[in-house]
């Protein structure tokens, strides 16, 4: 096995932000109001790591308003989808109080 292979994976690999966004624009156009929170959540998180806090608080606050608008009485309600999205690790649990504790600076809670 050579060096370039070694240990990086499919899953690994991040895509690139703008298709992350097409994701996220395309799932909410779909009703998939769950997965297009987990895609703004992932792209909030990747943004304000490249130091693009604007775009951080639009996608934050763009999570925190989907996740306010879908259930959340049960586990159930709350579990992610998945547990990887955009190359971003997602909480197991992810609602609105957890969006707010992780990305409260940005999205003014």
Same mark, same amino acid.
């Given at each position: 096995?050579?060096?370039?292979?070694?240990?990086?994976?499919?899953?690994?690999?991040?895509?690139?932000?703008?298709?992350?966004?097409?994701?996220?624009? @395309?799932?909410?156009?779909?009703? @998939?109001?769950? #997965?297009?929170? #987990?895609?703004? /959540?992932?792209?909030?998180?990747?943004?304000?790591? #490249?130091?693009?806090?604007?775009?951080?608080?639009? /996608?934050?606050?763009?999570?925190?308003?989907?996740? #306010?608008?879908?259930?959340?009485?049960?586990? !159930?309600?709350?579990?992610?989808?998945?547990?990887?999205?955009?190359?971003?690790?997602?909480?197991?649990?992810? @609602? !609105?109080?957890?969006?707010?504790?992780?990305?409260?600076?940005?999205?003014?809670?």
């Amino acid at each position: 096995m050579s060096s370039e292979d070694s240990s990086v994976f499919p899953a690994d690999i991040q895509p690139a932000l703008r298709d992350v966004i097409a994701d996220f624009e @395309h799932e909410l156009a779909s009703g @998939h109001r769950r #997965e297009a929170a #987990e895609l703004a /959540y992932a792209i909030a998180v990747r943004t304000q790591a #490249e130091g693009r806090v604007r775009d951080a608080a639009e /996608y934050g606050k763009k999570c925190l308003a989907l996740l #306010e608008e879908l259930p959340s009485k049960t586990i !159930d309600d709350v579990t992610s989808t998945r547990t990887k999205v955009a190359g971003v690790l997602l909480p197991e649990l992810l @609602h !609105d109080g957890v969006v707010r504790a992780r990305l409260g600076h940005l999205v003014g809670s």
